[in-house]
């Protein structure tokens, strides 16, 4: 008699549905982990202006004037920078950061900003993501 060698049919099909599902969930997790990773540069760059834009209100007594180029709180710019960088609100004791996202680079839908007392704020998120008005929201449940 002879000896089986290979697999059945059954068998294959079996293996290619338990690759399918454990795949149906690992894809959308590798994408949130890939996301948190873009966010990180917001926060990074957000943390980063607000300690020059400290600086700049140490040498001048204002804020006025800060976040241009020719400052110590020049705006991060760049062609592979995953948001936007601007400075909405500049007075003489207040300011506020914001950091928006670039839908070509992934971040779209995403609002951070940050002000003189160091309130940060997640004003804007896509679809299926939770705003949070007191942190830079790092997760899909508006956890930070």
């Not at 949130?32 to 540069?41: P, V, W």
């Not at 896509?126 to 930070?144: D, E, L, M, Q």
Request: glycine share 10%; aromatic share 10%; charged share 10%.
């Amino acid at each position: 008699m002879k000896a089986n060698k290979g697999f059945t049919l059954m068998e294959v099909m079996i293996v290619v549905a338990i690759v399918g599902i454990l795949a149906s969930v690992a894809l959308p997790a590798y994408n949130d982990y890939l996301m948190r990773g873009r966010l990180a540069e917001a926060h990074g760059e957000l943390a980063a202006m607000r300690s020059k834009i400290e600086t700049y209100f140490l040498d001048n007594r204002t804020y006025i004037g800060a976040c241009a180029v020719g400052t110590v709180a020049p705006l991060p710019t760049g062609a592979n920078l995953r948001f936007t960088y601007t400075c909405p609100t500049l007075t003489g004791t207040t300011y506020t950061v914001q950091a928006a996202g670039v839908a070509a680079q992934g971040t779209g839908g995403f609002t951070y900003t940050v002000d003189q007392a160091n309130a940060r704020a997640t004003t804007s998120v896509p679809s299926g993501w939770t705003a949070n008005a007191t942190c830079w929201v790092t997760k899909k449940g508006g956890t930070c």
